[in-house]
């Protein structure tokens, strides 16, 4: 419901006009001028930014009022929600030309991150500098004692990620100052009761210690890990350093954007420091590379920190969010300072044997392989078990959740430049990362397109290709897998995984529970299975929403396949390819509009199979006999059967091929000469639909190009164009077509029939050799075909005008 009342209200923002938006602005002005705006000016406002975010369109607000926010917005006296509403409705309206904020002279740092939330949100890189460099006078004149810093930080973040290499060394080096204090040195003491001040206010005990998430006391520095019924200001800071930290440290670390410019202002301090901070800067170190070692040591106690048995749900997460943000971390240190890597290796084994035990910390798999991946070969680590157990175990059991998902495709893409060229164990997983595509289609369907070449080799290929042709099955079956599983009867009533009529039953037949755990398989196999059975007994939930966004990515995905495979097939897979199109045209997942489109992509890839290598058609001559013979073909509009048809006609002939013979082509005449008389004498009906004209051309093209090919055939086929000719021209046969297709079909049967009268000619015309076919020779007026037709026409009646009689 809270979903429905959502869409809701974003339909109700996305349809007010710019008239009823400019009487709602002239409203709120009247609100904002009033001395002391009450409660309704914030609920005008927030409707305000409800209206200008709901669309992806710029909304237009006059200048004048867009001046009255900026008015409402620096005053330090105003509310801090108006001006919280006020700074978000600039920011969605950025870029806003004839904007007259500036951050010179502004002191408070809430305010001061307001302002530079707006400026930073114009994109213009010399006020991006502008606002660094205010954000960093404020941080160096501020006093132990005045206000907090906090709201400044996402502004130096932000500012330092926009333009990166604008801060002076100095500046670099007090931030880098800054972040030790607040990750290694915020006090350990709990935060102190907001007093009442009343007379009566008993004497405040003094705060205990910070916990662990076990509920221990903390014997160690502070961290994000650490609970506390309330924190102190410096225990915020520290949450805050590290939610920026891998960000600062990519930036300023060695040969990064934001690596800081050298000048004469590099020696001076700044800003006054703590005693603490004082007495860190006096150590040996740089101030970068003492951010690394105290970094380091920070991520060092939250992996520790991470193997505690949380009390609360809450704190469990953020464990894991944690442990994933300090491996992160981990990796950079060690890619900026090798030095790091030892220290860290028997941390992160350690880590690994635990994670790869506990399915709840799947997520921080991910970056744990990716250092492993980035660092091996440098420690002499073998990352290739890591990997596998990544590729296969890890999408077959979590294919459900979207954002591992996501994020387990994006880990395989950025991994393909650290693997090079051993992709075995990404290769051999496909079937696993299948099920994330299955079931996660529409998000991933681009991102699969992306790694396909990569997943795709001349061993795996025909398995693939299989794979993903039964790929809206491999949806209803994981969706059989969840229904079945014991947690189904955890997941709310609402589920739409639980929505069906019936669950199909596999535990009765064991050839089915065979076939269904080959499916579910999770890694390649070698052997390509059946799965026709299999497809009946899913057949109930073929009209699931999943599966059927699940076919709608199919043919775009056999697209990227055939891209690929295309680029390294040699004959024997080409062969091996285009028996298996033949094969499965008409064994496939029945969803509604599925075979239609499918066979729309296997019709044109067996012609580009054809046309890259044209004696396949000889090589195939058993196999594409039995699949004209069969009639199959027919069904999802012919599209298949009539790209057979052009291929035959087209590539059966020793011009392409010397092992052609006339035995093979009498055989293919007499196979499409039934064919096409089954399809035009006969009326449609559920086994055998209505033939679509273009095959009827098709095979009427065909039977002439074989026929002047082998001119024994002429008279056979003169006598059933002249048939198809005249059926095509009977009232009763516009009843079965419309008349457009029987005019086209009846001009085609002309034509054709107008050219077998010179055999020659036809034979030229219908089977030119290798440079007549040359687009050059098409192009050329004084070689083109027509001039060659004319010119012989010319010749016949000459020689007709001659004759006696």
């Given at each position: 419901m ?5 869409e809701?209200?974003?339909r109700q923002a996305r349809e ?6 400019r009487q709602?602005?002239?409203?709120i ?5 009033k ?11 927030r ?17 004048a009022f867009?001046?009255l926010?900026?008015t409402?917005?620096c005053?330090p ?19 806003c030309?004839g ?17 530079a939330?707006?400026?930073l949100?114009?994109g ?6 502008n ?7 404020v941080l160096e ?5 005045g206000?907090s ?9 932000k ?9 002076r ?6 931030l880098?100052k800054?972040?030790?204090?607040w ?11 907001h007093s009442?001040?009343g007379?009566?206010?008993p004497?405040?005990r ?9 509920g ?13 019924q309330?924190f102190?200001?410096?225990q ?14 990519q ?5 990064g954007?934001?690596?800081p410019d050298?000048?004469?202002?590099s020696e ?18 740089p ?8 970094a ?5 106690r939250?992996i520790?920190?991470?193997?505690r048995?949380a009390?609360?749900?809450?704190d ?13 971390v ?6 900026q300072?090798?030095?790091f890597?030892?220290?860290?290796l ?12 506990d399915p709840?910390?799947?997520r ?8 492993f991946l980035?660092h ?6 073998d ?11 890890v999408?077959?059991e ?7 998902a996501?994020?387990l ?19 051999r997983?496909?079937?696993?990362l ?7 289609s ?7 397109v ?13 398995e693939?290709l299989?794979a993903l ?17 014991p ?8 589920d739409?995984s ?7 039953d596999?535990?009765q037949?064991p050839q089915l ?19 026709a059975?299999?497809?009946?007994l899913?057949?109930?939930?073929a ?5 059927l ?12 396949f055939f891209?690929?495979v295309t ?8 062969n091996?390819?285009?028996r ?8 496939l997942?029945?969803?509604p509009?599925?075979?239609?489109r ?9 012609l580009?199979?054809?046309q890259r290598?044209p004696?396949?058609?000889v090589?195939l001559?058993k ?7 069969s ?5 999802g509009?012919?599209s ?5 048809v052009?291929a035959v006609?087209?590539y059966?002939a ?11 082509i009498?055989?293919?005449?007499e196979a499409?000469?039934?064919l ?8 449609p009906s559920a086994?055998l639909?209505?033939?679509?004209p273009?095959l ?11 026929a002047?090919?082998?001119q024994?055939?002429i ?10 000719r005249?059926l095509?021209q ?6 079965l077509?419309?008349?457009?297709d029987?005019?086209a079909?009846?001009?085609r049967?002309?034509?054709l ?9 036809a034979q030229?015309?219908?089977t ?9 020779y098409h192009?050329?007026?004084n070689t083109?075909?027509?001039l ?17 009689g």
């Amino acid at each position: 419901m809270s979903t429905a009342g959502t869409e809701s209200l974003l339909r109700q923002a996305r349809e007010v006009r710019e008239e009823e938006l400019r009487q709602f602005c002239s409203r709120i002005s009247a609100l904002l001028r009033k001395e002391e705006p009450g409660p309704e000016a914030l609920d005008a406002l927030r409707r305000l930014f409800l209206i200008v975010s709901a669309t992806k369109y710029d909304r237009k607000l006059e200048k004048a009022f867009v001046d009255l926010l900026q008015t409402v917005l620096c005053p330090p006296a105003r509310p801090e929600p108006l001006q919280l509403l006020c700074a978000a409705i600039l920011r969605e309206m950025s870029p806003c030309l004839g904007l007259s904020l500036s951050c010179d002279h502004v002191q408070s740092p809430w305010q001061l991150s307001l302002v530079a939330s707006v400026l930073l949100a114009q994109g213009d890189r010399k006020q991006v500098r502008n606002v660094g460099q205010r954000v960093f006078k404020v941080l160096e004149s501020r006093q132990p004692e005045g206000p907090s810093l906090r709201p400044l930080l996402p502004a130096v973040s932000k500012a330092a990620s926009l333009a990166p290499g604008t801060l002076r060394e100095d500046q670099a080096n007090l931030l880098n100052k800054r972040l030790v204090d607040w990750l290694r040195y915020a006090s350990v003491p709990q935060g102190l009761p907001h007093s009442s001040g009343g007379f009566f206010t008993p004497r405040a005990r003094q705060p205990g210690p910070v916990t662990e998430v076990d509920g221990a006391v903390a014997t160690d520095f502070f961290t994000v890990l650490s609970t506390a019924q309330r924190f102190t200001e410096d225990q915020w800071l520290n949450v805050q350093a590290f939610s920026m930290l891998r960000a600062w440290l990519q930036l300023s670390g060695p040969g990064g954007p934001g690596a800081p410019d050298t000048d004469d202002k590099s020696e001076q301090e700044g800003s006054t420091l703590s005693v603490l901070s004082a007495a860190s800067s006096a150590g040996r170190l740089p101030p970068p590379e003492r951010l690394r070692e105290k970094a380091f040591e920070y991520c060092q106690r939250l992996i520790e920190q991470s193997n505690r048995r949380a009390l609360r749900r809450a704190d469990s997460d953020l464990q894991k969010a944690c442990l994933v943000e300090a491996v992160l971390v981990l990796d950079v240190l060690c890619r900026q300072d090798p030095s790091f890597l030892y220290r860290t290796l028997s941390c992160l084994k350690a880590l690994q044997a635990r994670l790869c035990g506990d399915p709840t910390c799947v997520r921080a798999l991910l970056p744990l392989a990716q250092f492993f991946l980035s660092h091996g070969e440098a420690a002499a680590v073998d990352s290739e078990a890591m990997c596998q157990h990544v590729f296969s175990r890890v999408p077959a059991e979590h294919f459900h959740s979207p954002m591992l998902a996501f994020e387990l495709v994006q880990f395989c893409r950025d991994s393909l430049p650290l693997l090079g060229r051993n992709l075995s164990a990404l290769r051999r997983s496909f079937p696993s990362l299948l099920k994330l595509l299955a079931w996660n289609s529409p998000p991933l369907t681009s991102e699969f397109v992306v790694l396909l070449p990569s997943l795709v080799d001349a061993s795996t290929a025909v398995e693939m290709l299989h794979a993903l042709l039964d790929l809206p099955c491999l949806t209803a079956a994981l969706d059989l897998q969840l229904r079945l599983s014991p947690a189904a009867s955890e997941r709310p009533l609402w589920d739409a995984s639980l929505r069906t009529t019936s669950c199909p039953d596999t535990s009765q037949d064991p050839q089915l529970q065979g076939l269904l755990q080959h499916l579910l398989r999770a890694e390649a196999s070698g052997a390509p299975e059946r799965l026709a059975p299999l497809h009946l007994l899913l057949q109930p939930m073929a009209g699931c929403a999943r599966v059927l966004q699940c076919a709608e990515a199919v043919p775009t995905l056999l697209q990227a396949f055939f891209s690929a495979v295309t680029q390294f097939a040699d004959g024997a897979l080409t062969n091996q390819l285009a028996r298996l199109l033949l094969e499965r045209s008409d064994s496939l997942y029945q969803v509604p509009g599925y075979e239609a489109r499918v066979h729309q992509v296997l019709s044109a890839q067996f012609l580009g199979l054809c046309q890259r290598r044209p004696c396949l058609v000889v090589e195939l001559a058993k196999e594409l006999l039995e699949f004209v013979g069969s009639g199959g073909g027919l069904r999802g509009g012919g599209s298949v059967l009539t790209s057979v048809v052009w291929a035959v006609g087209e590539y059966l002939a020793v011009s392409w091929d010397r092992r052609c013979t006339v035995d093979q082509i009498n055989k293919f005449f007499e196979a499409l000469e039934a064919l096409l008389f089954e399809v035009t004498q006969s009326r449609p009906s559920a086994t055998l639909p209505q033939c679509p004209p273009q095959l009827v051309t098709a095979l009427m093209t065909t039977l002439t190009k074989l026929a002047s090919r082998s001119q024994d055939l002429i008279p056979r086929v003169s006598l059933f164009l002249s048939k198809m000719r005249t059926l095509a021209q009977s009232p009763a046969a516009g009843s079965l077509r419309c008349r457009e297709d029987e005019r086209a079909i009846g001009t085609r049967a002309t034509e054709l029939l107008n050219l077998l009268k010179m055999p020659s000619v036809a034979q030229f015309v219908l089977t030119p050799s290798v440079e007549v076919a040359a687009p050059r020779y098409h192009r050329d007026t004084n070689t083109a075909l027509p001039l060659a037709l004319r010119t012989v026409s010319r010749l016949v009646e000459k020689e007709a005008g001659l004759l006696p009689g």
